[in-house]
């Protein structure tokens, strides 16, 4: 066991009886004093691993994707939602960018207008026959490279919006795809 001066706080070897600093007498030093600091360390960063976890899982990847695009649409701004479309969409020129923008510009006011609350719901991977449907629309795309897809989640958010406005709630199922690794909307198997 180590020793530790009472007087100066310095570390003594075993065989040490007198400290080197300051010749004040020393005291053996608890082990168990030792592990408790370790444990409660131990403890404190796995609740801060747990809690920064939680926080990365719910902003980023497909949820925080679809949370930033719910934020585009409280906000009224449909180039920012545009901006969650995958490039391979633009690539061919069949539609471009502001084509989107003033396609969706009217949805996307009337959501800003009436929605004052949303959540996510629930998240989940589509059945086989889903995913097949997907796929086919996917590939309908000529620059769509399937090698680049990693993922597809369906994420359903709930709307709370004006009952003034004759809708107090909707559920909405966004289709989110993982391609050459960044989360994008698919908008076209999405229902409102």
């Not at 084509?99 to 009217?106: A, E, K, R, T, W």
């Not at 006011?109 to 009436?114: D, F, H, P, T, V």
């Not at 949303?118 to 996917?138: F, R, V």
Request: with cysteine; hydrophobic share 40%.
């Amino acid at each position: 066991m180590a020793k530790i001066c009472s007087n100066c706080g310095l570390k003594h070897k075993d065989s040490a009886t007198k400290c080197a600093g300051c010749n004040a007498p020393l005291e053996e030093l608890p082990v168990h004093k030792k592990k408790k600091v370790y444990v409660i360390l131990a403890a404190i960063l796995l609740v801060l691993i747990g809690v920064s976890t939680f926080f990365i899982m719910r902003y980023t990847g497909p949820d925080g994707t679809v949370r930033r695009i719910m934020r585009c649409y409280s906000n009224n701004d449909p180039e920012g939602v545009v901006d969650f479309f995958p490039e391979f969409l633009f690539e061919a020129d069949w539609v471009t960018r502001e084509m989107l923008v003033d396609q969706l510009s009217g949805n996307v006011k009337e959501i800003s207008n009436y929605m004052f609350s949303y959540y996510l719901e629930d998240t989940k991977t589509p059945s086989t026959s889903e995913m097949n449907e997907i796929m086919a629309q996917l590939n309908s795309f000529p620059d769509f490279d399937e090698d680049q897809l990693d993922d597809v989640k369906y994420i359903t958010v709930n709307f709370k919006g004006n009952a003034t406005y004759l809708w107090t709630a909707n559920d909405t199922r966004f289709v989110m795809i993982k391609y050459d690794g960044s989360w994008y909307w698919w908008p076209f198997d999405t229902i409102f």
